[in-house]
């Protein structure tokens, strides 16, 4: 296992880039702890396999420093890094039986072969592959070839770091629930560092002890499943990460006041007044929006979708769309709404950035 070091690590993959736009990878200072269970979460594009596979070292960056415990790694070759790498689709040998292609990297290490053969059953128990392991591969389904794929990247025990790219994509929708339990269950007794890439919220949030949001080439936050949801570092995070996602709209915002549209919404921390050319945004969760008669911000009920245990109003508010969850069974007014916000958890966002305020005593 190691500790990995991200020092002022930067990615452009053309020459001369101009401003940050041309990097696919922005600069960054990070730590991942010797241990550690990582996602790497965005959509498309926005510099999670770029970021893992310079890591791994099929990618040397453009500026900065890849370390491990304390070793500069920045310019050594992927095979010198002890790491295991786990791809979106199976690297497998087709013409090899699954327990062949289990054992291979434990083979190409001299391993020996009692130990090959403990350490391939044991995988292939965690995977349910036990009843396969006689078979060639070429013969099962796209879900078997990545199981087969993920255990390779599993068998072996003296790795620095198991790196996987979106592993999970061509796997059964049904199964991934059960393969993701099972890598947690398997880090929980092994300790591996590992760095998990994905564009599933689900899959970062349930894999993960800590979770790095990443927008355009940027970490715009690292941090546990728990402070990504109840206190978002930036706009995107709170839209990307929950379901529904967070309420944001524009106000203008003075001392513990925030206005929109009009109406005033008491904010909990005190604010200076943002410059006119910065984009001042509110930003709250539906679990922290409550629906009442008479009271708080006057809006019209469009929708309410229920989702079993728990139910979704979809409001509105002059041309904002606002979205409010509620338990089961709760009843909503027919008319003479109102919104109201829990003042704890509301957000003010600057140019898409939280911003922190100070107590309101001091204000």
């Not at 080439?217 to 967070?246: C, D, K, N, W």
């Not at 003075?254 to 009009?262: H, M, N, P």
Request: charged content about 20%; hydrophobic content about 40%.
């Amino acid at each position: 296992m190691a500790r990995i070091d991200l020092r002022n690590l930067a990615h452009a993959y053309g020459p001369n880039p101009q401003g940050p736009s041309g990097y696919a990878l922005k600069p960054l200072n990070h730590t991942w702890e010797d241990g550690g269970a990582y996602a790497l979460l965005g959509p498309s594009g926005c510099g999670k396999t770029t970021l893992l596979n310079i890591i791994s070292g099929l990618i040397t960056p453009s500026h900065g420093q890849v370390v491990f415990d304390g070793v500069d790694v920045t310019s050594m070759p992927t095979e010198a890094r002890n790491i295991a790498q786990v791809f979106q689709f199976p690297v497998i040998y087709d013409t090899m039986t699954v327990y062949d292609n289990l054992a291979f990297p434990l083979r190409n290490r001299r391993v020996p072969e009692p130990a090959v053969d403990a350490r391939v059953r044991e995988i292939a128990t965690m995977l349910e592959m036990t009843d396969v392991l006689d078979k060639r591969a070429r013969g099962l389904t796209a879900d078997a070839k990545q199981k087969i794929s993920l255990g390779r990247g599993l068998v072996r025990s003296d790795v620095a770091a198991i790196l996987f790219d979106e592993p999970l994509t061509v796997i059964d929708p049904q199964l991934k629930w059960q393969l993701r339990s099972q890598l947690k269950q398997l880090h929980k007794k092994s300790g591996y560092t590992m760095v998990y890439v994905t564009h599933d919220q689900t899959e970062a949030l349930t894999f993960a002890d800590k979770v790095v949001v990443m927008l355009e080439g940027e970490v715009v936050q690292m941090g546990t499943p728990a402070e990504l949801f109840e206190r978002p570092a930036h706009t995107f995070v709170g839209y990307f990460i929950g379901s529904p996602g967070m309420n944001v709209f524009a106000a203008d915002v003075d001392g513990t006041v925030a206005t929109v549209d009009g109406t005033p919404i008491r904010l909990p921390r005190a604010y200076g007044k943002a410059q006119a050319d910065r984009k001042v945004e509110l930003g709250i969760r539906p679990e922290f929006v409550r629906v009442a008669r008479g009271e708080g911000l006057p809006v019209t009920i469009r929708k309410v979708e229920d989702v079993g245990s728990y139910k979704i109003a979809r409001l509105t508010f002059g041309n904002r769309e606002i979205a409010a969850v509620a338990p089961e069974g709760t009843e909503f007014p027919a008319d003479g709404a109102g919104a109201i916000f829990d003042p704890a958890h509301l957000n003010v966002y600057v140019d898409g950035h939280l911003v922190d305020g100070a107590p309101a005593r001091e204000a």
